[in-house]
């Protein structure tokens, strides 16, 4: 199983709204990233966790909230997000150690209203 | 700062052409090299990658590249193009140890009748 998916697929929210993108892998991957995706733009990267512990913040604003609950899944918590968040939310997996490429997810297209 | 450029943001070929897409990386280090695909509203799916060993690496669908150390290049080259390779294009390079993926700004491959 080289899978990794996400819910939901779409999202559309408020400004004051709190909700959640999930992302699940059953790959045995330990390390697993965010990333935010603009239109006609390459992955921008926001988190990476390694063997379930934050390892990478790229100084994200706090209304993004990550958590890694176990070694096969990954939340994104969003609260009081703003327009310019409206994104496509990429999940991503990969093996640590010498094995460096990343198995995606079909994202999470999030508009916020 | 290490970077990837990939030359034209749009390449547009005939089916049945050659696709030629150029990638480069400024590194003083060799670095874990990959091509990713994206079509649209989906994530981004591994094409191909190098680490060691052969520098001519051969991928899904038919895509092949090849790693040029003394030019820091990594072109991605198919024979002949399908209208089914119409997509975005993603160069990326990894370094050893590291969690970061740095991308190019990609490349939107036109597939013409």
């Known amino acids: 199983d080289t899978e990794v998916t996400q819910t939901p697929k779409h999202l559309v929210m408020g400004m004051t709204n709190k909700k959640s993108l999930k992302c699940e892998q059953h790959?045995?991957?330990?390390?697993m990233y965010w990333y935010k995706q603009k239109a006609k733009k390459p992955p921008e990267l926001m988190f990476v966790?390694?063997?379930?512990?934050?390892?990478i913040n790229e100084s994200v604003p706090s209304r993004f909230s990550p958590e890694c609950p176990n070694s096969s899944l990954l939340n994104l918590h969003l609260h009081a997000l703003q327009p310019e968040d409206s994104a496509l939310y990429l999940c991503?997996?990969?093996?640590?150690?010498?094995?460096?490429?990343?198995?995606f997810g079909p994202g999470t297209r999030l508009t916020v209203t | 700062a290490q970077s990837v450029t990939q030359l034209g943001s749009h390449v547009s070929v005939s089916e049945g052409a050659l696709v030629l897409l150029r990638c480069n990386y400024s590194?003083?280090?060799?670095?874990?090299l990959f091509w990713y695909v994206q079509y649209p509203n989906q994530g981004l799916q591994l094409l191909l990658k190098?680490?060691?060993?052969?520098?001519l690496v051969k991928g899904i669908n038919g895509f092949e590249a090849e790693f040029k150390k003394s030019e820091t290049s990594f072109h991605l080259t198919k024979p002949s193009a399908h209208m089914s390779d119409a997509a975005e294009y993603f160069c990326?390079?990894?370094?050893?140890?590291?969690?970061?993926?740095?991308f190019g700004a990609g490349t939107r491959l036109f597939v013409k009748a």
């Open positions: 966790y390694s063997y379930e512990k934050l390892s």
């Open positions: 991503a997996s990969r093996r640590t150690g010498t094995a460096y490429e990343q198995y």
């Open positions: 990326a390079v990894t370094y050893t140890g590291g969690f970061k993926t740095i």
């Open positions: 790959m045995g991957h330990r390390a």
């Open positions: 190098y680490t060691t060993g052969a520098t």
């Open positions: 590194s003083s280090v060799p670095p874990y």
